[in-house]
Nanobody, 127 residues
């Protein structure tokens, strides 16, 4: 089992950068594929980015490609989401998620594939 805690959200102006972190408990973080999702008020949860256990393979949602980068540090039990050129439409609560993965190179882009979720961190981008 793993517990996840996001941090790094806040209120920023459009165009700036922000880095979110998701710290995981436990000693088997490297066994989990990780993902980031977001949910804006009145909207459904949206896939943002995913990364495989080994950190080699990544995948992004169409709305964030080229601006957001997911990475992980298995030694620190942490996954990151670097967000550049933020837009007002990026405003949402951002959640990290984890699922155990046998294949070290596989990532997952569907929310229901994940077993564990953090509480979320709010990102608000003003114009």
């Amino acid at each position: 089992q793993v517990q996840l805690a996001e941090s790094g959200g806040g209120l920023v102006q459009a165009g700036v950068s922000l880095r979110l972190s998701c710290a995981a408990s436990g000693r088997t973080f490297s066994s989990y594929a990780m993902g980031w999702f977001r949910q804006a008020p009145g909207k459904e949860r949206e896939f943002v980015a995913a990364i495989s256990r080994n950190g080699i393979n990544t995948y992004y949602g169409d709305s964030v490609k080229g601006r957001l980068t997911i990475s992980r540090d298995n030694a620190k039990n942490t996954v990151y989401l670097q967000m550049n050129l933020l837009k007002p439409e990026d405003t949402a609560v951002y959640y990290c998620a984890a699922r155990a993965a046998f294949d070290s190179g596989r990532y997952y882009i569907v929310g229901s594939d994940y077993n564990y979720w953090g509480q979320g961190t709010q990102v608000t981008v003003s114009s």
